[in-house]
């Protein structure tokens, strides 16, 4: 009987064993990464050029001598740095939405935002949807794999990533497909756009630099452990995350590595990332999916500080107004201060937090299944809420707030949006 005992005892320890293997990687496995060279299992395929033409998109807004182009909000973050963050003050939104849209299928991450036209992925159904912001009037729908990410703006180009291993450069005026990669590897990586190259990441490891006219590989990393995380950029310094455990920051231009700091779960392993780095230019921060808050110095990769939250991490922090917003899946929602850490305030959401933060002038946006709330954020106080919601809350551009609320993009006018 006690041999039996014995032997159970250590096929449950085995078990425990195993899985936090699976989850943390361990001490002795640190990939240092480094520059992939061959890309041999990497193909691109280019649209007959004769077929299709690129024009600078042409705006849809309401015209009006003193109505100005809305900024845009060109990939998940609304900037390379990811800041999530959009310094205007629409107040509160209005009780009666302008416009609602279903997309048919569920939104992990927000829209993007440019010239009067917004452009939403859909993770469930795999759509990639062009809709005219002013109306919410369908203006095209292009088909694949399912996507959990935001399209990238580039110009006259959208970059979509999907999780079947291809990524896109559509024509944003009517989504044909201008060139395409196939990538060996699940891509839930958001991508992001600058000088013509476009920047993302693959569950292989491998972090992309692309061009935008014609998908050529301009170089790729392998950091050696799984992305499922978007690169955040400043300047010239473009990091990632990795499941592994590691933040890599890399120079941008070549992808020559900068540093790597691989973040301690406790003495045998290692943590694990599927939050995407955010950065203010001195910091970077994101959460481990242990709950475990990481600020590092974005110079050096040293760690500044760290805070463990109860609850899986999930959700990229959101950074504004000298205060990082995260919230996690055991339903608490919080402020911190960047330089040191502090916990400001804390609210209990009830129910999980599994995407990122939106902040809007002085209020910062999050959702549960099910509900989407928006509080100050100075001290926390809901403000506003509406009865739907699932990741992502949504997107604002200088006049309106575009949420992504589960299946639905909805359009509403701010207290103090302007009128024209």
Known sequence: MRKKILLAVLAVFLLVAGAAGAFFMRLEDRPEGGLDTDLTDITVSTADPSTD??????????AGPERKPERCWTEFGGNPQRSLYQPVDLGRPLRKPRWS????????????FCDGKLYVNTQTTGLTIAFDARNGRRLWTKRGGHKASTPAIAGPRLVV???????????RANGKVLWEIQTGARVESSPVAIDDIAYFGTTDGRLFAVNVRSGGVRWAYDTGGRINSSPSIWGDRICISTYAGSIFCLRRTNGSKLWSTYVKRNVVSYES????????????YTIARSGKLVALDAGSGRIAWTHQLSGLGYATPAIAHG????????????????????????????????GSALVVGDLVFASTTGKTVALRVGTGETVWRFKSGHFVPGIATDRMYYLSLSGLLVAFKGERSPRR
């Open 53 to 62: 033409t690129i024009d600078e998109p042409t705006t849809t807004q309401e």
């Open 101 to 112: 849209r279903g997309v048919g299928g569920l939104m992990e991450y927000g829209p993007s």
């Open 161 to 171: 990533t999907s999780q079947d291993g291809t990524v896109q450069g559509l024509n």
């Open 273 to 284: 990332f599927y939050s995407s780095p955010s950065t203010d230019g001195r910091r970077l």
């Open 323 to 354: 205060r990082v917003f995260v919230g996690t899946r055991g339903g608490s929602f919080n402020a911190f201060d960047a330089g040191s850490g502090r916990l400001l305030w804390s609210r209990s959401m009830g129910g999980p937090v599994a």
